[in-house]
């Protein structure tokens, strides 16, 4: 069964700068890969995905991730983070279950964006 | 209504009472999920439906019923309820695996609290 790590439950940052919060998932033959977002007192939206292809994925508000099969990691990155950034992140690989799927995700990681 | 909607959003119950929560998705998927997120612990699987069929019951007590009587519609039957069973209860749906994408859509959650 597929599970997933996130190394940090907190990481505090200062505003505009870089951040990056680790996962990593146990191995698979195929695996799909998410972050989620959750702002306070709200669902969670997916941020990126990784499903085949280009291994650097993209959000529309700065995020990026790396799918890296080696070090079975997909951790997420911004170069300059902004106040609006403060969520907790949740990372999630995803397995088949009789066509839908199974999303198993990690701990979570709250980022806290200090001025 | 767009999205992924879940009523209420918040609920306080005690041990004795019996309630529903709701949860309605407008994006067409027909595959629909239900998560319990408790505070220090990773967002749990609780149940899986593929065309209005459960596929999944992760080993989920029956104090929890769940019905989906359409694609479009998920509810949660509440009964008899322990106080650790408040948490943020997320529905989610999809398009099935291999369809047009992978990634699950959640709702704002029911806060619930048992007195």
């Known amino acids: 069964a597929q599970s997933v790590t996130q190394l940090d439950s907190q990481v505090p940052v200062f505003e505009e700068a870089p951040v990056e919060l680790r996962c990593n998932y146990s191995?698979?033959?195929?695996?799909?890969l998410f972050w989620y977002v959750q702002y306070p007192n709200q669902g969670l939206q997916l941020l990126l995905k990784?499903?085949?292809?280009?291994?650097l994925v993209e959000s529309i508000n700065g995020f990026e991730a790396e799918f890296n099969k080696s070090q079975t990691s997909f951790h997420l990155r911004k170069p300059s983070v902004h106040i609006s950034d403060t969520a907790e992140y949740f990372c999630?690989?995803?397995?088949?279950?009789?066509?839908?799927?199974?999303?198993?995700f990690g701990q979570g990681t709250r980022l806290t964006i200090n001025p | 209504e767009t999205g992924v909607t879940q009523t209420p959003r918040h609920l306080v119950m005690g041990m004795t009472n019996k309630k529903s929560l709701k949860c309605e998705q407008h994006?067409?998927?027909?595959?629909m999920y239900w998560y319990k997120q408790s505070a220090k612990k990773p967002l749990e699987l609780m149940f899986v439906?593929?065309?209005?069929?459960?596929?999944e019951n992760n080993s989920v007590p029956s104090r929890f019923s769940p019905e989906c009587p359409n694609s479009s519609h998920l509810f949660l039957h509440l009964h008899t309820l322990q106080p650790e069973d408040s948490a943020l209860y997320l529905c989610?749906?999809?398009?099935?695996?291999?369809?047009?994408?992978?990634?699950?859509?959640f709702g704002p959650g029911t806060r619930l609290t048992v007195t």
């Open positions: 989610a749906s999809s398009h099935l695996a291999g369809g047009q994408g992978y990634e699950q859509y």
């Open positions: 191995s698979s033959v195929s695996v799909y």
């Open positions: 990784y499903l085949s292809g280009s291994t």
């Open positions: 999630a690989a995803s397995e088949p279950l009789q066509g839908a799927q199974k999303l198993v």
């Open positions: 994006l067409g998927h027909n595959a």
């Open positions: 439906y593929n065309f209005k069929e459960q596929t």
